[in-house]
Structures are given as C-alpha cells and as structure tokens.
C-alpha cells in the first residue's frame, strides 16, 4: 500500500466502488449507481453547506461514474469551487474533475479560468504545477486565449522553479497545438532555446518537445536550437553510465531526451557550420557503434532504449540523405535487425528500411536484402509484420528486380489476410505497369490479380488494363487468348469477366482463326457467364455482343436471337432494356459500313496518369508520403547565343529568342502586377493572368506532376528537363536536370528558377556554366520543411531560363 | 502521444488519458474498437500495431494491457518505455502494484501520469523527481489537514504558512 499514509483516502468512495464490483449484473450496477447519484444530489442541493472532505469525495465519486461510462450532467459547479481549496486534494480532485468532464457553460468557464489564474500567480510551486497541468489536460481554446500570452513569460522567467518551467513548456505546446494563431509569438523564442542549455535535464527535455513543433512553423527563428542540440546530444552520448545519474535508465543514459533531440534535427536540413556537421556525424557514428557492443544488461528495457535511440537516429540519417557511409551502414545495421529474434525489432527494421528504400544511396543496398526479406514474407507468424515485408518490397521494387517481386506479392497474396488485400493489389497492379518491359506480362500479372483476389480488384485497375491493352497493339492478341484461355476456367470472377468480355469485343478477331476459338465459341463462352454476372457486367456484355455482330457476321443472327428474347427485352433493368433493343435495332437496321463505324475499334487513350496510384494514396491516409501539389511553368532557354538577361520580374515579356524555338504562341504577358513578388501558380487556381501560358506539350507534363514525384517537365529538340522530387512527411526537396540533347555543346547555361519568396530562400546555386552535348546533370535545387504532416500546397515555382 | 488506455483482460476500462480534444461519443467508439483489436492479438505478435492512421504500442502487465497510440513520426521503442516507466511508477508509490490499487485509487494513478506525461509529451524522466513531486503534494495535504490549514483562507496570512510548509517540503 502507499507509502505516505492518508488521511484523505475517502472510506466513502472505496466502499462505492466495492459495492460496483460486487455487483452481479449490469441492470444491479445501474441501480446502484442511480442511487448513488440521487444521493448525490441531493446532498448538492441540501441546505447544509457541504464540507470540503464530503465536497471531494462526492465530487471523486462522480469522477468515477463518469469514467465507468455513464453520463454525468451535474457536479460541475461543486468541483469549480473544490478549486478555490487550499486544502491540497481538494483542489486537485477539483481539475481532476474539470479537465475529464470539459464543460462549455461560459460562466463555469470565467471561475475556471480565475482559480487557475490565482493559482499561477500565488508562486506556490504545487499549486501552480497544478494549475499548468489542467490548462495542459483541457487546452482548450478558452484557455488558450486567457493564459496564451502568460505561460511564456513563466516559461523563460529567472525565479521560475524548474518543475514549473517543465509544465509550462509543455503547457504551451498544448494551446499552441490547439489554437496556434492565439500563442503570440515573442522575444521568447530565444530565451526557449537557450533551455536547452539548461542544467535540469527535465526542463530540456520539455523544451526540447516544445521546440521541435514550434521550428517545423518557423523553423528560421529557432535555428540556433540545431547547434546546441547537436552538442547535448553528443555530451549525453558520450557520457558514462554514472555521469546522469538518475537520467540513466537500465545503462542508457537519456534515451528520452536523445530521442527529442535526434527528432528536433529532423526538422532541419544537415547542418551548414562544418564543426556542427562534424561533431553530428560523431555523434550518430558513436550510436552506430554502441549497437555493436555487447549489451550492458539482459534486460529488455536496455535493448528497448538502446534501440529507440539507433533507429531514431537512422531516422535522422535517412532523413539527412548526405552521407552515404552513414547510410550504407544503417542499412546494414537495420539488415542485422531484419534476422533479429525479437519481433518488435523485426517489424521496426522492416519499417525503416522502407524510407531508406526511397534514397539513391542506400537503395542498392536495401536490394541486398531482398531474399531476407520474402523470407519474412512467407515465414512471419504476424500478420503486421508480413504487411511491412510487403510495404518494403514495394519500396525496394524497381526493374532488376520487378518480376521475382510481383511473383512474390501474387504468391502471399493467395493467403493474405482479408483487410490488406485490396492495398497488396493495388500494389502489385502499380509495379506490374511501371515496370513491365514485356507488356504480355503485365497482363498475366492484372489477370492473375483477378483470378487470385477479384473481389478486391477495384475498377481503376481493371480500367488500367484495358487503357494499356488498348494502347499497345503487340499485346491485343496476346491478351485476347490469354483471356479466352482463363474465362475457360469452371468458376472464373466477374472482374475476369469484364475484362474479358472488353477485351474479346475489341480484339476477340485476332483469334477467330483458331477452330477452338471461334467467333461461336467465344460468343457460347461468354454467354454461358451472362446470367451468372451483376447488371452492370451484363451492360457490359450485350455491347460485346453488339461489337461480335460487326465483327463475325457469321454469328449475327445467333446474337439477335439472344437480344431478341423476352429475358433481355423485357428486362426489369432500364439499362440492359434499353441496350438490347437499341443493339437489336441497330444489328436489323445498319447496313454493314455503318455498323462497322459505329463499331469500330476503340482508339487509343490519351497518355494519363494511373488513378491507381491516386487510389493508393488515398488509401494509406494523410500520413504517407505524399507528393504536395505544384505549379511548374517554364520556357524555352536561349541556346548558343549569349546570355540574355533572365527576366527577372514574373510579368516580364518573353525574350524575343524564345519564339525561334518554336514554343508556338506565346503572347506577350499581360502588364498584370505579380502576385507578391513571385509566380504563385496553383495547380487548380484560376488565374491566368500574370503568367504566361503554357507551351502545348507541358500542359500534361505540368498536370503529371500533381501525383508523381518524378518525371519530364519540359522536353524538344534541344533539351530535356526533369523534375525529381522527394517528400517525407513535412520536408521536401526538388531536384532539376537538364539534359543535353544536341551534339553541341551549351555554353552559359544559366537556369533561374523563379519562385515565391519563402520558398527562395531555399533555392541552391543553380548555375552550369557549360552543359556538355548528349549530358545530364543534375541540380539539387530546394530543400524546404513545410508547416505540417497535413501539408497544404505550396506555391509554385517556374522556371525561366536565361 | 494521442491517448492512453488501461484495459483489464475482460475488456473493463480502468483509465483513459486523452491528449486530444475529442467528443465522448468518439473516445466511447474508440475505445471499443481499439480494446477488441488488442484484445484479439496474440501473445506472441508484436508489440505494435498500424490501426486507422496512427500506430498503436501496447503491453501486457499480469492483468492489465497498456495500450497508447501514437502519431506516424513518433518512436514506438521509446513508447514501450514510456509504458514500462509509467508501470515502474505505479510500482514505486503503491509498493508492488496491482489491478485493485489502480481501481481503487484511479484519481491517484492519474496524479502520478500527469507528474509524468503532460500534453502528451514526457514530461520528467527521472524516477526520482516523479515521485518526489508526488511525494511532496501527499505530504502537504497531511501537514494541512495536522495543522488545520483553512480551506478557503484569506491571502495573506495563509501564504505565509504554505511557505513555510513548503520550504519543510524541499528539505
């Protein structure tokens, strides 16, 4: 039992909550506690003012009512003046109380705020502790207005206890959390940061949580934090076991604290200062190595806290992405982990690996470890970590290793688990388009998805299929016998069914020839579905049947008999009705030109982003890498002749050199003033009038880059440029190249790049002087960290060049 | 850290620590759905779970299942931790902790996480300094209650006294 004896342990409420578990059923357990509550009230409304000891225990055994789970709608008022309490439980009972059951009664509000007013202000640190931790619990935005402006100045003043400097930070991370725009931004900024600095490693930690949200806002003024966590963190590394003392938890010195600050230079690109960058890359070297050593004790919270601190620091690698040593060996660390017998560090290893997938310099490593992973695969008892083997392998995927990756995901997803089915197809359908080489196996692939998990095959992907069949003529008639093939099979899905009946209506003329599949044979197959399927797929197939009229006339008058019966005329559904009377009519009626018009083969489809990329997306939610929207423009560069001055305003007039190009018309800019001082152009926005239009092909380019990452932003005759971008959670980056076309050789090349201000200050020098001929090469351009993990799009940047 | 819930094997909820504004109805919807997934886990799987967009570390002391959840850049190891400091915690006040304490004393347990946890954040990790701060506010409510200590006192004699109590206390 407790170590300090209390006199307040409240008889009353213990035995109210014995009787509750006595209770033998839930209707007893109703009764009781409506009794309780009568009484309750009753006392609340007695004539006799309640002491403070029956006040709070009332008021707790409220609390604990509501906690069980039913709804408490009284009590309030008594728990509002529990606050005003000096007696030390009373009042804690009292925010207790108030911060689980948040009232919204404006009056209740103002004597909240007030007890908590007094409170701070009565310098009484227990009280005060008290105090901050309510506004804390409840942050609400009430609260928020009344104390926003007050917590910084407890927060960086000289007589502040420590304890209460901890509270007040993370009190102010809280509100700032809930209403951003009511904490004011101060002079405080620097005084926070130089907590860092702080003796009490409590107070650091708490400062350090409060910075790291408050720089991923305005991460200029606190960018002197970089420097004084790098040196924390290498102290804290570097320390003996004995050194923190009670910092130190089972031999890890600080791992919390390590942790925050590893997380806090994640909000930063890598240090520009040589010495800080120095001492950094020490630091997480020193980590890398301490995973090497021998553990200093078997427990598992050893290990645990050993680990947080590496992989938060690989973290902190990948996200730097600048030192390929490091990387290579964190992911050589992560591999040892892949093996590890824990499965907590399996599950974590396989998580990581998945962002290191993403960087050029560890990628060729991560592939390494392929075969380790499909073991995992297929070996893994939980079913969380086979969805993270397969999360990597589709991180890890590209050409080398495409098709023994696809066969993997088909073969698991046979066996997977219902609730990740449709994303593991998704998946797949993804990897099998962009990598295929041979399209004859992509098809195999999409129909070996339907044949295997049809009911989660969603319609982009089916859809896709079809574009792509459609698109490529050395595959229609490779699909249209594979599809005739599997449609042969007993019990095939409706998906198949579909794609089927499409397929052998467009191309099913390629292998008429073949007596075993016959233009009556298809016809016999694909009817002998027709009454098995849904409406829609039944809508699908009479137009089949319309197309197998204009294609084999032969079997002509067998399909007339079919749309001709009652079934199809008289169908209940509008849709098939419709569609078999006005494809009877056509089939009588149309002379043999006219049929083979209006029935002619589909045309290709336009070239467009996959949906199911955007479905992908969709589905992992806002927490996934996701590709911010931008507005790209850019226009011709001027080659071969000597630099003309790059426009430097938004609504300068082209220069007359970039007509020869041939970028067809391009109309002088109107004098429009430039938004703000830069080409804010939105994807969806619009406003076209302080920017010039688009040269015709990278209208689609532009469009293409709403949900890749990566592709061709411009290309002619002369020069190609790409766009490459990487994003990871708040923080992004944008690579150009330029790639040289001709056989000549560019001299003074000089791009610009015009952007919006704040994005500016991140553009890295972006001269070439000479671009060499038949050469690419490459220009980081921007790192920028943006506002949230729920980023809104951010300005776009346009291209000029001089 | 979003919330944190202290679940017993039968599904009882016996503390809920929530770091978000939500209504009760949702924290009501949560809390079941939540409970049942983690209760379907097995004892072998892995301490983490991804559920809807967060990710969700639990852990098994003899009855009770310590669940909190996360966001997506939060470290799950370090969150195992949290968890075990917070049972350590526990252990340390009510010397060799069990289901009953926390049921019995639930105001008590929430005391001590606010010491610890605060907006969802850690907030003191040193053990010592929890616990001193406990400590001490139990202390004081004794001194108070010996000494007699008006409960809704008159501000300036009353100030004099919690000073001196409190300078009793740090010693």
Known sequence: MPAVSKGDGMRGLAVFISDIRNCKSKEAEIKRINKELANIRSKFKGDKALDGYSKKKYVCKLLFIFLLGHDIDFGHMEAVNLLSSNRYTEKQIGYLFISVLVNSNSELIRLINNAIKNDLASRNPTFMGLALHCIANVGSREMAEAFAGEIPKILVAGDTMDSAKQSAALCLLRLYRTSPHLVPTGDWASRVVHLLNDQHLGVVTAATSLITTLAQKNPEEFKTSVSLAVSRLSRIVTSASTDLQDYTYYFVPAPWLSVKLLRLLQCYPPPEDPAVRGRLTECLETILNKAQEPPKSKKVQHSNAKNAVLFEAISLIIHHDSEPNLLVRACNQLGQFLQHRETNLRYLALESMCTLASSEFSHEAVKTHIETVITALKTERDVSVRQRAVDLLYAMCDRSNAQQIVAEMLSYLETADYSIREEIVLKVAILAEKYAVDYTWYVDTILNLIRIAGDYVSEEVWYRVIQIVINRDDVQGYAAKTVFESLQAPACHENLVKVGGYILGEFGNLIAGDPRSSPLVQFNLLHSKFHLCSVPTRALLLSTYIKFVNLFPEVKSTIQDVLRSDSQLRNADAELQQRAVEYLRLSTVASTDILATVLEEMPPFPERESSILAKLKKKKGPGTVMGLEEGKRERGPDVNGGPEPAPASATSTPSPSADLLGLGAVPPAPAGPPPSGGLLVDVFSDSPSAVAPLAPGSEDNFARFVCKNNGVLFENQLLQIGLKSEFRQNLGRMFIFYGNKTSTQFLNFTPTLICSDDLQANILGSACPALPAAQCVWRRVASKAFNSRRSKPFPGAALVSA | ?171
Not at chain 2, 137 to 160: C, I, K, M, Y
């Open chain 2, 1 to 171: 850290m979003q919330f944190m819930l202290l679940f017993s094997r039968q599904g009882k909820l016996r503390l809920q620590k929530w770091y978000v504004p939500l209504s009760d109805k949702e924290k009501k919807k949560i809390t079941r759905e939540l409970v049942q997934t983690v209760l379907a886990r097995k004892p072998k799987m892995c301490s983490f779970l991804e559920w809807r967009d967060l990710k969700i570390v639990y852990k098994r002391y003899a009855s009770l299942y310590f669940c909190c959840a996360i966001e997506d850049q939060d470290n799950e190891l370090i969150t195992l931790e949290i968890i075990h400091r917070y049972v350590e915690l526990l252990d340390k006040y009510f010397g060799s902790v069990c289901e009953l304490d926390i049921i019995f004393n639930f105001e008590k347990a929430y005391f001590i996480l606010d010491e610890f946890l605060l907006g969802g954040e850690v907030q003191e990790t040193s053990k010592k300094n929890v616990l001193k701060a406990i400590e001490q506010a139990d202390l004081l409510q004794e001194f108070q209650e010996v000494l007699g200590v008006p409960r809704n006192p008159s501000p300036d004699s009353l100030s004099h006294v919690m000073n001196i109590l409190m300078s009793q206390c740090t010693k």
